[in-house]
């Protein structure tokens, strides 16, 4: 049984170099471009939301249009050094059920441990770790953070990875996905990566 405090993490290097306003930007625009498709789909940075119990402050705010009916999903950006806790989860959780938003989504940079994985896959909230792109390049060893001479040109600076929980032998474990890829690793096997690089991966969350 893996234990609340273990930390789980796409990648060895350094967390992307990126202020707080930097990634929340960065992560609207990979999901905008994938929204751009949705009807009447619409995304806001860093707007207040009225509800009964107070007034929400959400980092990226997403509406759109399917099946005839308006759909709400709120976006979190943690630029965290240590990985995102339950009780961040657990928070945005509140904010959903206070709203009435219809989906959760975490953007971090620094990995979740893993009672934040078992919580978010109990209430269907969607955890990205978005990391050094050679996280997605198969290497015995990580080279330093500065670097980038030995990898492949289309290597992308950074890589978004979807974090869940399945259940193995009976027991709980962690998979990293590579957006739009198979399992590709547990967490007693993170060396385990796609060679392939996708400069706008899809977000399926």
Not at 96 to 117: D, E, M, R
Not at 124 to 141: F, P, Q
Not at 168 to 188: I, N, T, W
Request: aromatic content about 8%; glycine content about 6%; overall charge negative.
């Amino acid at each position: 049984m893996i234990g609340d405090d273990v930390e789980l993490s796409a990648s060895r290097y350094t967390p992307p170099a990126l202020s707080p306003v930097e990634f929340e930007l960065y992560v609207k625009d990979q999901l905008d471009l994938p929204g751009s498709t949705l009807e009447e789909y619409k995304s806001e940075h860093r707007t207040c939301l009225e509800a009964d119990d107070g007034t929400y402050e959400i980092d990226i705010l997403i509406r759109f249009n399917a099946f005839g009916a308006d759909f709400v999903t709120l976006v979190e950006c943690k630029r965290y050094r240590r990985p995102v806790g339950r009780e961040k989860i657990a928070a945005l959780h509140a904010k959903l059920v206070s709203l009435g938003a219809h989906k959760g989504i975490v953007f971090s940079t620094s990995g979740y441990q893993s009672g934040a994985v078992s919580y978010a896959s109990k209430h269907g909230i969607a955890l990205v770790e978005v990391a050094d792109g050679r996280s997605t390049y198969l290497r015995k060893a990580a080279l330093s953070d500065n670097d980038w001479s030995t990898y492949p040109l289309n290597i992308q600076r950074l890589a978004n990875w979807l974090l869940v929980e399945k259940e193995d032998e009976g027991r709980p474990a962690v998979h990293f996905l590579q957006v739009e890829k198979v399992v590709v690793g547990d967490v007693s096997e993170q060396s385990v990566r796609s060679t392939e690089a996708c400069p706008h991966p899809p977000l399926r969350l």
